[in-house]
Every structure is written in C-alpha cells, then in structure tokens.
C-alpha cells in the first residue's frame, strides 16, 4: 500500500502538520483542507491525505518512542500541528494492552489474547482520541463552537475537551440515554440537549444545522470535521503495534456503530506497513455488532454489498446506529482481511460484559461486552483462529451502563454482623 500523498500542498492554508488535502475516498478527488466531509463531484465521504515521513523507519520508531505518554507521540502521522502537545487539551491515548491469559484460558485461545482497553481515556471512552484531533482541526478553521450527534461517549468527550481548550460545547443525544452517560456529558458545564428520537434522528438534525445560519461558527466534530475527527481512531492501531513490540496483531475484533473506528484501524495498520514500522503480513479484521442493531453484521452474513439500515433496540445503546455511514467500508475490509462481522444478542452481552470482568478485572461498557462475545461466538463457529495473536477492543467503561448489569448482579448475600450468620449463608468457604 502506498502512503496517501500529493506531490505539493494545493493551497492548504492552515498547519495541520503532515496533512496536505482531502481527498474523496470514492473517486479520488482532492480538496483544499477545509470543514468539509462529502465529495463535491461525487458526495463520496472525504479523507485526509498525507505527506507522511518516509524513508527513516529507525529514525521514525525512535521519534515516536521518545515522544509524549499520549496520542501525540504519534503527531507526524497525524492531521495536528507540531506542536499539539504544547495546547490545551485531554491528552487521551496510551492506554494499557491487557494480556488477557485468564480470558483466554476461558475461551480456548492459545496464540495470545489482549483487550486494549480504552475505559482508562480522561473520559473512559476511545472518543477521546477522534475528539482530540477533531479539537486541532477546529482551532485551525476558527470555530468558536463545539457541537456533535452523540450516543452517548462522544458526547461526554466533546463537553470535556471544549471545558479543557475554551471552546463552547452544545451536543445532541437521543432523550432516552443511560444515566450514566447523561451526568457524564452534562457535568463539564456545556450545553447537553436530549433528543426525541434515534440516534439517525439527532444526526438529521444536526445535518440540518450546519446547513442553517445558526449553526455559523459550530464545529461538529462527526460531521463538518469528520474527516480530521475519524483519523483519531488510527492511534489505537499504532498503539496495538508499538505495546506488541512493533509487529502487527494476526486478528483484531472492532465493535461497530458508524463503522469509522474499524475503517481507521485498517488504514493505521497499512500506513504503519507502508512507513517500515512493522513487517507486513497478513491480518484479519473482524467487526462486532449487537443483534438488535446489526444492519452491516446482517449484509455480511447475506452477502450483500449494500448496508440496509435497521431501527435499533439493544442495550448497546453506543453502537446503535442503524444507518452506519462506513458499513459498506466495513463490509470491504473484513472481506478483503478474510475477517467477518458477527453480533450478539443482549443477553450474550451481559454474560460478556460479566465474563471480562470476572477473569481480567475489567469492567466494560455495553460496547465492551459486545466485542468479547462476538469474539467467544467466532471461536465456537471456528471463524477466528485460538491459535493466532487476537487483539479485543473494549471502547468504554461499565460504570456508565450499569443498568446493563444491574438486575443480575448485586451482593451475594446480606446477613446481621455476626460470624453465625455469615457461617448459615454459606460463606466460610
């Protein structure tokens, strides 16, 4: 694969480090870098191209490796000036790769199993990082707003990192969130205004206004800044990578809401291949969805090319979006990888979520959940190999779905405070 690059900036005007335009990743047309996101000949999605570092793979490794405890070590790959880590902002990134050998005894993989988990962010999700580069790109556009179409996390993450960078926030959320991510997105002081409706329902809107002169100065960080806030999701590739010793996983299940996560792993593993940072060989992608919004998981399994939007209802509520913009990019990655797209009923979810937590002490959000189970259900249908190094994304953390766990967990026993009837509830051991 080659590294995405022009031979000179066109007319760039702003310092996004080694960005140098956007181009359509449809028909291959290129934009000026700009708070734009749809192809102006095709109204295919817009990505960002680079003039990345080649050639000093060595020199590169050792740049990165002494840089920042956070995503920033990663800067001259990313659509940030050079000096980002200087600005105000969350730092998010680095978080732990958990060798997760009690799970894996559980599920019977013998080749190696880690959970990247992203609870540990400044807001215990993975938006931190896609928030974070959407932060540089509206400092460089002069927004004064920063603005979303939330499931919940992302909202959370932008209300946190305007407080940090001194910008105004107002997110969108649909009215029927968990709690937890409620209080989450409402306590960093922006404004937080529930929806009635889907999650599709808040995007329309929002879609609407960024269209109307009330929206002037707004920064939506998923949609007139999608194309910079997507490339954030490359750092949790280059940081699998790096903690596995700079070698690339042999499997790798993403969970699925919009799909942008999964398609940025992919080009964050191909441009590490491409820049000598690891040896290329082959790699499996899989995508995990929950059954009660499954519309890319169901065109998998059909074969079909075309993603059929769903209305969803799962516990899941960070993955449901039933009209997934990257889903038919999804569908080409896991083919192309000789990956799959599974999902799982909510009850598998739950057990999921109890499982991790039970073998490795982590605690994962419904999305979490989602992912160790459609990786126990791809072992037992023998569609992802035990034997082969496995990396599982956990996106966020379990105190803000505690409803999801809540009626089947609770204490094992309440007894009077004597030794007697700790003895007569049978806990001696």
Same mark, same amino acid.
């Given at each position: ?42 109204? +295919? ?23 920042? &405890? ?31 050998? &009690? ?16 609870? =540990? ?11 974070? %580069?959407? *932060? ?8 004064? /707003? ?5 499931? +919940? ?5 932008? +209300? ?34 529930? %929806? ?6 808040? &995007? ?14 707004? =920064?939506? *960080?998923? *949609? ?18 790096? !903690? ?6 042999? !499997? ?8 942008? !996560? ?47 939007? !769903? ?11 039933? &009209? ?24 598998? *979810? ?18 979490? +959940? ?11 249908? =023998? ?17 803000? /779905? ?5 009626? /089947? ?21």
């Amino acid at each position: 694969m080659a590294v995405q690059s022009v031979e000179s900036t066109p007319s760039a005007s702003v310092s996004l480090g080694p960005a140098v335009a956007l181009s359509c990743r449809e028909c291959g047309e290129r934009f000026d870098l700009g708070p734009i996101f749809a192809c102006a000949s095709c109204f +295919g999605p817009l990505e960002v191209a680079y003039d990345l570092p080649a050639g000093d793979p060595e020199g590169l490794r050792k740049r990165i490796e002494a840089g920042p &405890n956070s995503i920033w070590r990663y800067a001259p790959l990313l659509p940030v000036p050079a000096d980002v880590a200087d600005k105000p902002n969350l730092n998010p990134g680095l978080t732990k790769l958990v060798k997760a050998d &009690n799970l894996a005894r559980e599920l019977g993989v013998t080749g190696g199993l880690y959970v990247k988990d992203d609870s =540990g962010n400044p807001t215990h999700s993975f938006k931190d990082r896609v928030v974070a %580069i959407a *932060v540089e790109a509206a400092r460089a556009f002069g927004f004064t /707003t920063l603005s979303c179409s939330s499931t +919940g996390n992302l909202a959370g993450a932008v +209300g946190a990192a305007a407080a940090r960078a001194g910008f105004r926030s107002c997110v969108f959320i649909p009215h029927d969130l968990e709690a937890g991510k409620v209080v989450m997105a409402a306590v960093y002081g922006g404004e937080l205004v529930g %929806i009635e409706g889907t999650y599709d329902d808040v &995007n329309r809107f929002c879609s609407e206004l960024i269209g109307d002169p009330l929206g002037e100065g707004w =920064g939506f *960080v998923n *949609v007139n800044l999608r194309p910079y806030y997507g490339e954030g999701s490359k750092t949790l590739a280059y940081e699998i990578c790096e !903690q596995l010793g700079w070698r690339l996983p042999d !499997q790798i299940v993403i969970p699925i809401a919009s799909g942008s !996560q999964l398609t940025k792993i992919d080009k964050g593993l191909k441009e590490l291949i491409a820049l000598g940072l690891v040896e290329e060989k082959p790699y499996k992608i899989f995508g995990a969805q929950a059954e009660g919004c499954s519309p890319v998981s169901t065109a998998f399994k059909a074969g079909h090319d075309v993603v059929r939007p !769903q209305k969803p209802d799962t516990i899941a509520k960070s993955l449901a979006i039933g &009209n997934p913009a990257d889903g038919p990019y999804v569908l080409d990655i896991a083919r192309r990888t000789g990956g799959a797209v599974e999902d799982v009923n909510d009850a598998q *979810v739950v057990d999921a979520i109890k499982l991790l937590a039970r073998t490795e002490g982590i605690f994962a959000e419904t999305a979490g +959940g989602v992912t160790v189970g459609v990786t126990k259900k791809l072992i037992e249908d =023998g569609l992802l190999d035990p034997a082969l190094t496995t990396v599982v994304l956990n996106t966020g953390d379990g105190l803000k /779905t505690l409803d999801a766990v809540a009626p /089947t967990t609770g204490p094992t026993a309440t007894i009077r405070p004597s030794l007697d009837a700790f003895r007569a509830a049978g806990l001696a051991g």
